[in-house]
């Protein structure tokens, strides 16, 4: 019967030393066991991709249904490379939705690169794989008790219709 004993615990033992070996814990040829790179791809990042980003960041900000329609805009090859965002929000959530709409793009991995006010206009410019989006909260006089909200992502290198490129811009003037 100790023999038997004996003989199992051997046997397990040998099971967990082959299973330890095998992920790379027991002493072997340190190539043999190292971690390889994943063969996987990482996904382009495309107009549909920062387009969901943007809408969903802003829908768990509080923010109104966005437009995300280009209706209105020249035409052209360019609409391949923006994707707007726009809300008229409530005057007393307009603010703190876009600041939260700004964090949550944030913590997604989207940077900063300006960030300013223009009397009653908030201007953030953030940067992602890419693209930028141009952010703009409008508490300007003559909205009612609406606030225009935007979020108009544009792909580096895009050609902007002379008719539009204002308003995709971090210049000031």
């Not at 969903?56 to 391949?80: F, I, K």
């Not at 940077?111 to 300007?140: N, P």
Request: net charge negative.
């Amino acid at each position: 019967m100790g023999t038997r004993r004996a003989a199992a615990v051997a046997v397990a033992v040998t099971g967990i030393l082959t299973a330890v070996a095998g992920c790379g814990l027991g002493d072997g040829d340190a190539t043999d066991s190292a971690a390889k790179a994943s063969p996987t791809a990482v996904a382009p990042f495309t107009k549909e991709t920062v387009a969901n980003e943007v809408g969903a960041a802003a829908d768990a900000s509080g923010l109104p249904a966005g437009d995300d329609s280009m209706a209105g805009m020249p035409a052209g090859e360019w609409q391949n490379c923006v994707a707007p965002w726009l809300a008229d929000a409530p005057e007393a959530d307009a603010a703190d939705g876009f600041a939260a709409t700004v964090e949550r793009l944030r913590k997604l991995g989207w940077k900063i690169t300006t960030s300013r006010e223009d009397q009653d206009v908030t201007f953030r410019t953030l940067t992602k794989q890419g693209w930028k989006v141009y952010a703009r909260h409008f508490a300007m006089e003559g909205f009612g008790d609406r606030q225009p909200v935007s979020f108009t992502a544009v792909k580096d290198g895009c050609a902007l219709p002379e008719e539009v490129q204002g308003d995709f811009s971090d210049d000031p003037a």
